[in-house]
């Protein structure tokens, strides 16, 4: 297990689309194990392997005071409501984003040994399901923002404390 550097803006692998598992076998546990460790290092609350240069649709999720989660192949089946949130990433670091994102959501994905998975999601965990499966889908959360003034870059001194204090998605 070992934290992999996560690619940023303006890498170009960020856009591209990731192809689905087919096989779950030694080297995707050391993937997914390898994710898990990048995402904590990272303080984020979740992580795509796109942001790793792996196109493999897989993503982790760690939603503070519960278990991480595992998602192979996700794809969300079902969206009901609408939302005003303030979102990060891992992958463009120093800015954040306010956007709309579903209230709830469910979702479907293989967990790590292959069984299938059902996920009725509110809130952050909504919102980290929907912002992991856009990076699959080379989908940013930048380009759900309305208008460039819902982009703000944060204050060095406001990046330290979020590091320390706030989780933000992959």
């Known amino acids: 297990m070992a934290a992999r550097p996560i690619?940023?803006?303006?890498?170009?692998?960020l856009r591209k689309r990731a192809k689905r598992v087919r096989v779950i076998n030694a080297p995707m546990q050391r993937l997914i194990d390898d994710m898990i460790d990048t995402m904590r290092k990272a303080h984020g609350v979740g992580l795509a392997a796109i942001q790793i240069g792996v196109l493999q649709r897989v993503a982790v999720i760690e939603i503070p005071e519960?278990?991480?989660r595992v998602l192979i192949n996700p794809e969300i089946l079902r969206r009901g409501g609408e939302r005003e949130v303030t979102e990060g990433c891992l992958s463009i670091p120093g800015y954040r984003g306010k956007l709309r994102r579903s209230v709830k959501v469910t979702a479907r994905a293989l967990d790590r040994h292959g069984k299938e998975i059902r996920i009725k999601a509110e809130e952050l965990l909504a919102q980290a399901l929907?912002?992991?499966?856009d990076?699959?889908?080379?989908?940013?959360?930048?380009d759900h923002l309305e208008t460039h003034?819902?982009?703000w870059k944060l204050e060095p001194e406001a990046i330290d404390t979020e590091a320390a204090t706030e989780a933000h998605s992959g």
């Open 7 to 13: 690619l940023v803006l303006p890498d170009e692998f």
């Open 66 to 68: 519960e278990d991480v």
């Open 130 to 133: 929907e912002h992991e499966i």
């Open 135 to 142: 990076h699959l889908n080379g989908i940013l959360y930048i």
């Open 149 to 151: 003034s819902n982009l």
